[in-house]
């Protein structure tokens, strides 16, 4: 049996029903003394819970997943087999809330632990103690454009070791991981033929790319589509701290061509929770990274502690928020019940224009921003 969440409050349930032909409508009754003293902000967009759904081609997943990069990767986040535990926790809460978005990749891992990403989320399939998950989740697995993957095989092989770790009959959306046209441009055919492959054997309901620019967005997008194969989503780092140009050009690329943005790191990898200062970094390679970027993030740290103050939110649900506003899926990632919960408090609420205008505004007058991903091409 199919797990079913309860069904999607979009914007027209709150609505009044329209009147019929002929019907006189009682005017609206005035507002209040206390609703004009506190006006509310004017919502942007649709107002997310939990277990509403967006479009993601031919799917449907909640309005923000999970990402899992740390799931298995002791160099930067300092995993512990012995973690494994608290990782179904936050899978078994997450699922139990309506999220059914969860992104992992191939090489996510190090070292004997290459893949461990994969294999925990397969694991954690199986085990969840509560309704049948059925067709509602929606792993999204990227494969790495490694240097010996020449041939578009070698990419279904890769996706078939993917299935064996996860442990599924297909995956939902298999992206490439990254594109190789800044320094391999040969290679580029073989990635875009593997997804073709992919696709038309039926291992994933839909592709995607990771870390494509603008420029080579389009060339794949118009690539696949002549091979009829949809591409459904492009996922890049997109956050606060990353607002450049390009990013915001792919933004509108992704528009017009009806590609889901999901955006991973919309934390800045944790620079935007609050939770960091220059005398108290975190543990590993992160910690050089936030010594460069964290001094010059004054005004838009100020400008996510207001508005987090006066929401009676946190700055990450904020900073989250702000991608949901954008258009985006954003994909934070979680390694704990507590941070799983927290990244939940992001949905059902939304910035208002004025507060997304006042975070762009201070985010660009910080004179540091996030380091681009060195993959990311043109």
């Known amino acids: ?29 005035s507002p209040s003394p206390a609703a004009k003293l506190f006006k509310l902000p004017p919502r942007i967009g649709p107002l997310f819970w939990p277990w509403e759904k967006v479009k993601v ?20 986040w300092g995993y512990k087999e012995e973690m494994d535990a608290l990782l179904q926790e936050t899978f078994d809460l997450a699922l139990r809330n309506g999220i059914t978005l969860f992104d992992t990749a191939d090489s996510y891992g190090t070292g ?10 397969g694991k954690f399939i199986r085990e969840f103690q509560g309704r049948n998950i059925g067709d509602n989740i929606v ?42 046209a800044n320094y391999a441009p040969l290679q580029e ?8 492959a992919m696709y038309e054997e039926g291992l994933v309901r839909a592709v995607g790319v990771s870390n494509y620019g603008p420029k080579q967005l389009i060339k794949i997008h118009d690539y696949l589509e002549s091979r009829g194969v949809p ?20 933004k509108e690329v992704c528009n017009s061509l009806g590609i889901r943005l999901i955006a991973y790191s919309p934390l800045g990898l944790g620079m935007l929770t ?18 460069q970027v964290l001094p010059g993030l004054d005004p838009l740290l100020n400008s996510l502690k207001d508005i987090s103050e006066r929401r009676q939110k946190t700055m990450s649900q904020v900073a989250i928020n702000w991608c949901i506003c954008k258009g985006t899926i954003p994909i934070p990632g979680v390694k704990s019940v507590k941070q799983a ?37 043109r």
């Open 57 to 76: 081609g031919p799917l449907v997943v909640s309005p923000m997943g999970f990402g899992t990069w740390a799931w298995g990767n002791q160099l930067l």
């Open 112 to 121: 004997r632990l290459n893949g461990q990403s994969e294999r925990l989320l």
């Open 189 to 196: 055919q073989a990635l875009w033929d593997g997804l073709v």
């Open 231 to 250: 591409l459904c989503s492009a996922q890049v780092q997109f956050s606060l701290l990353s607002m450049s140009d390009a990013q915001m050009e792919l």
């Open 1 to 29: 049996m199919a797990l079913r969440w309860p069904a999607a409050a979009t914007g027209a349930h709150f609505g009044c029903r329209a009147s019929k032909k002929g019907t006189m409508r009682p005017p609206p009754p």
């Open 139 to 180: 792993i999204a697995t990227k494969f790495a454009a490694y240097p010996w993957r020449l041939t578009p095989g070698q990419f279904v092989k890769a996706c078939k070791s993917s299935l064996e770790r996860l442990q599924l009959d297909q995956i939902g959306i298999g992206q490439l991981h990254w594109s190789t």
């Open 341 to 377: 919960e927290e990244n939940l408090g992001s949905l059902g609420w939304r910035l208002s224009s004025d507060e997304i205008f006042e975070l762009e505004s201070a985010a660009k007058s910080s004179p540091k921003k996030m380091i681009q991903n060195i993959f990311q091409t």
């Open 274 to 291: 609050g939770k960091y200062t220059t005398s108290s970094l975190p543990r590993g390679p992160r910690a050089l990274l936030f010594r």
